[in-house]
């Protein structure tokens, strides 16, 4: 290969490619949750993603492409070093967070607004379980589609919905939760009653259907 | 649409998922229905807040800068990884050799044959001998050559024109077994009118001039030495 080759992909992943890097950053920080780490994982996700370029097919999303390249990455150092966390250790820290039966406050809403600070968020993020964090990530931050999360998570798309599902309402509960302007016990909401009023609590899991299982 | 179905549907609508009809009937009740049209609301709110405030996340400079430079010094897998296979490969130049007795003043030509070798950015015709010899044809002042015959593991992928100090050149672009080889030709001038091969190493890379029906050529590549000591007639070698 004739350096020209490279000059020219790089020229290409520069311009396609790198824009995300700071996607790939907190991608990377929602799985690791440590920054030394992220940058690791997101200097060695880039130099793959550039010796793979080629079989990156324009038209595809970049951004969702890279996040695949980098969750491999992820995932085989975690198997390297022995610190994979499975789903069941994932399921288990929900059962400790008993985030089920949480409540949140609806309402006053713009109190949540105003005190939510990134780190307050990311406070929160933190004691999600990994699944429920990624999901949430992609969907509320990166703004993946369904099919390219269920692609970077390796899972089908009824389990990415249930874990946004799910990851949402755990995220705005434990958050509801550290800014103390939570509670009360958690009523089935009456859906003959549409006119609550503000200072409701409304379930947190909205349905239990099928589809959202994991 | 019901409420119940609305609740279930929040997160399809949220995240823009939904069939569009789906989405009519859930706007529909949205409109009608203030309760879920709140509860709709405020997952919006809610979503766009973590958006802002986790989307000013940003990567540090000292990785962008890293990532950057580690780009830009990257080369192609399979340079050097091949190595083994290119020490097999035997390049087959054009016979010709003269004497050349005062090499070193080939030195300054060869810096030249060698910067241009590391600055191809891409040729200027890209194609098969055919394509490039009538490209060059007219905008050289000298007889086009071809520099390398046609060979297993050598391809020829194109050409751009150069210069050599002051005097009009062409870099010939080959792909050795996967490894970048220039070849560099130009008139000679008089004064350095090659006499003998000569074959070195500058910056890592072999560097071999040698004459051609007249012309002085210089190949560049990083194959090893060995390699391209092969090329040179067993009598001209050192
Ligand atoms: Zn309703």
Redesign the interface.
């Known amino acids: 290969m004739w350096p020209f080759h490279d000059a020219d992909r790089r020229r290409r992943f520069e311009r396609e490619a790198l824009p995300h890097l700071d996607a790939c950053y907190r991608f990377a920080l929602a799985l690791t949750r440590d920054a030394a780490e992220a940058d690791d994982l997101v200097q060695e996700t880039m130099l793959r993603a550039f010796r793979a370029f080629d079989s990156y097919t324009e038209g595809t999303r970049c951004k969702a492409w890279l996040f695949r390249i980098l969750k491999n990455v992820f995932l085989n150092r975690r198997r390297t070093d022995g610190r994979e966390v499975d789903l069941e250790e994932s399921l288990g820290a929900i059962q400790e967070l008993g985030w089920e039966d949480r409540p949140f406050y609806r309402s006053p809403e713009d109190a949540v607004l105003l005190a939510a600070t990134r780190d307050r968020i990311e406070e929160a993020l933190g004691r999600m379980p990994r699944d429920f964090r990624e999901a949430v990530v992609l969907a509320d931050v990166e703004g993946l589609s369904y099919q390219e999360i269920a692609e970077v998570m390796g899972t089908p798309i009824g389990t990415v919905m249930s874990r946004i599902h799910r990851g949402r309402r755990m995220l705005r509960s434990l958050l509801g939760e550290s800014l103390g302007i939570l509670q009360e016990t958690l009523q089935e909401r009456p859906h003959e009653a549409p006119n609550r009023g503000p200072g409701q609590v409304i379930p947190l899991v909205a349905t239990r259907e099928g589809r959202h299982d994991l | 649409m019901?409420?119940?179905e609305a609740?279930?549907y929040?997160?399809?609508y949220l995240?823009g998922?939904m069939a569009p009809e789906e989405r009519l009937r859930m706007e529909a009740h949205l409109a009608a229905?203030?309760?879920?049209r709140?509860?709709v609301t405020?997952?919006i709110?809610?979503?766009t807040?973590?958006?802002q405030?986790?989307?000013?996340?940003?990567?540090?400079s000292s990785?962008?800068e890293?990532?950057?430079h580690?780009?830009?010094t990257?080369?192609?897998?399979?340079?050097r990884g091949t190595l083994a296979l290119a020490a097999s490969l035997v390049l087959v130049l054009p016979l010709g050799w003269v004497l050349w007795p005062r090499p070193d003043d080939l030195k300054p030509l060869e810096d030249h044959a060698v910067a241009a070798h590391?600055a191809?950015?891409?040729?200027e015709v890209q194609g098969d001998r055919a394509t490039v010899v009538s490209f060059l044809q007219g905008r050289v002042p000298f007889p086009v050559r071809i520099p390398l015959p046609d060979q297993p593991g050598v391809r020829l992928?194109g050409a751009r024109i150069a210069r050599v100090g002051t005097r009009p050149a062409v870099v010939y672009?080959?792909?050795a077994s996967?490894h970048?080889l220039s070849v560099t030709q130009y008139a000679p001038d008089g004064e350095d009118l090659p006499r003998s091969a000569r074959i070195g190493q500058r910056d890592g890379l072999t560097v071999v001039t040698y004459p051609a029906e007249g012309l002085v050529q210089t190949v560049v590549g990083d194959l090893p030495e060995s390699t391209v000591t092969g090329i040179v007639p067993a009598s001209w070698r050192p």
């Open positions: 019901t409420c119940e609740i279930r929040e997160d399809l995240d998922e229905c203030p309760s879920c709140i509860q405020e997952w709110r809610f979503r807040l973590v958006r405030r986790l989307g000013e996340v940003r990567a540090p990785l962008r890293s990532v950057v580690r780009l830009r990257h080369r192609a897998p399979g340079w590391l191809v950015s891409g040729p992928l672009l080959y792909d996967g970048p």
